[in-house]
């Protein structure tokens, strides 16, 4: 969303954040570019809790030993903050876009989509006409930051 001239907001079509990098990969494997088209699959993954819980959980039940609901409560803490945080990196990367695609806007806020496209099976491996289930995950409107272009 961004102010127009005469200050209302504008909500724009959904933004291609990944294409830029994925079609410049395509072209040229050994680039710049193919570092940072993994980034942006690299920004996904940390919205999942990693191998640090482990660390934390052995922290966690020297301090707690009699605490039933232990594990319970480790996991979800690290989830909510393994989220938490990738949530704000990908947002991050919004805004970066917006602000790539849209330099000379007075941008307000963000939305994010993450698209998921499933695997072909490897029975349909050799079947043109097969396609893939793409399932999206909206993160919903954040207040737009003020970032370097992606590019």
């Known amino acids: ?7 209302k907001s504008v909500e724009t079509e959904w933004i291609n954040g990944t ?4 079609s410049n990969n395509n ?3 050994i680039s710049p570019t193919n570092r940072m088209a993994r980034i942006t699959s690299g920004l996904v993954s940390s919205l999942y809790p990693t191998s640090e819980i482990y660390v934390e959980y052995n922290k966690k039940t020297e301090e707690k030993r009699s605490d039933d609901n232990l594990v319970e409560d480790i996991f979800k803490e690290h989830e909510e903050l393994t989220t938490e945080q990738g949530v704000e990196l990908i947002n991050r990367f919004g ?5 790539y695609y849209l330099p000379n806007e007075d941008i307000e806020m963000i939305q994010v989509r993450l698209s998921f496209r499933d695997p072909v ?3 349909e491996r050799n079947n043109p006409n097969y ?9 919903g409107w954040q207040e737009y930051s003020q970032t370097v272009p992606v590019l």
Request: overall charge negative.
């Open 131 to 139: 396609k893939p289930d793409t399932k999206y995950m909206d993160l």
């Open 19 to 22: 294409e830029i990098f994925i």
């Open 95 to 99: 805004s970066s876009v917006a602000n």
């Open 121 to 123: 099976p490897y029975s």
């Open 1 to 7: 969303k961004y102010k127009n001239e005469e200050g």
């Open 27 to 29: 072209e040229n494997f």
